[in-house]
């Protein structure tokens, strides 16, 4: 377990994280979000040592983390960290060299890698001859190449195509075993709540929510769609005790439960018209980051 302890960063007069405590639990994917400038990448350089906190620290199973347990993590930095005048085989080799890896092993984690991400026939190509797409497919096998004790990933998705996001999560579920945590940070919303178990949302360098994902879209109001047969006025429900209409369109709205259990509500909302849907609504994580971010 993955723990981020009242991590803080302040660069001059101006604290950018405050007091940030999360947990990024093994073998689950923890997505991390937030508007620019929130503090994910601060969080992330810190957690694997290129940043040094103010105050607060990281920890690896309750104690805090040691040198050679970061140099364990596998990092996907924001700014990359490729050789562009390099041949993508060679660099990766290096790569897992520098965790301690032989030559040989590098190499065969490294085509294995590189197969499973369509790029075989590209590893004697200089990286800067690849589309930023591919760059980005070798950056994640960098990230992996030594076989990671846990993985941090900053906006790994961003400008790749739905199929070479596809490609690359598919990686990833192989890759992630039940003992590795996964952090990776991103602006896709619909991607995040494709494919992340647990979420963790800063605003202004704050922590505002974290949990899984269920958690989160139970922990606020129940919201019901509630639609009449043709013809009734989905506006009556206004009138109920217990409810509130945060929608009506037609016959059809949107309430949340305030004071009523979801059978009461049913029957008081039958006893309007007849029902042909009662339905519990899972909020969209988009709803849930604006509520937690406003
Ligand atoms: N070296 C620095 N000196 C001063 N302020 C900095 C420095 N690095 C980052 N900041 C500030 O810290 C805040 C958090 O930045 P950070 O890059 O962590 O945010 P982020 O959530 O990753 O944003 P984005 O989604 O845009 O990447 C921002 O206000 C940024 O301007």
Known sequence: MLSIHQLTRAYGDKTVLDAVSFEVRPGRMTGFVGANGAG?????????????????????????LSTEQRRSFGYMPEERGLYPGQKVLDQLIFFGQLHGMTRDEARDRAQSLLARLGLTERENDLLETLSLGNQQRVQIAASLIHRPTALILDEPFSGLDPIAVDAMV??????????????????????????????????????????????????????YRIRYADGADAGALRDLPGLRVLDAD????????????????????QAVAPVTEFARVVRPLSQIFREATS
């Open 40 to 64: 994910k990448t601060t969080t992330m350089r810190m957690i694997v040592g290129v940043l040094a906190p103010t105050a607060g620290d990281v920890r690896w199973n309750g104690a805090p």
């Open 250 to 269: 037609g016959s059809t709205a949107l309430v949340a439960l305030d004071s009523v259990r979801p059978e009461q509500a049913l029957v008081a909302a």
């Open 170 to 223: 598919a990686l990833l579920r192989d890759e992630v075993t039940p003992e590795m945590p996964v952090l990776f940070s991103s602006h896709q919303l619909d991607l995040v709540e494709r494919l992340c178990d647990d979420l963790v949302i800063l605003s202004g360098g704050r922590l505002v929510a974290a949990g899984s994902v269920e958690e989160l879209q139970s922990s606020q109001d129940e919201t």
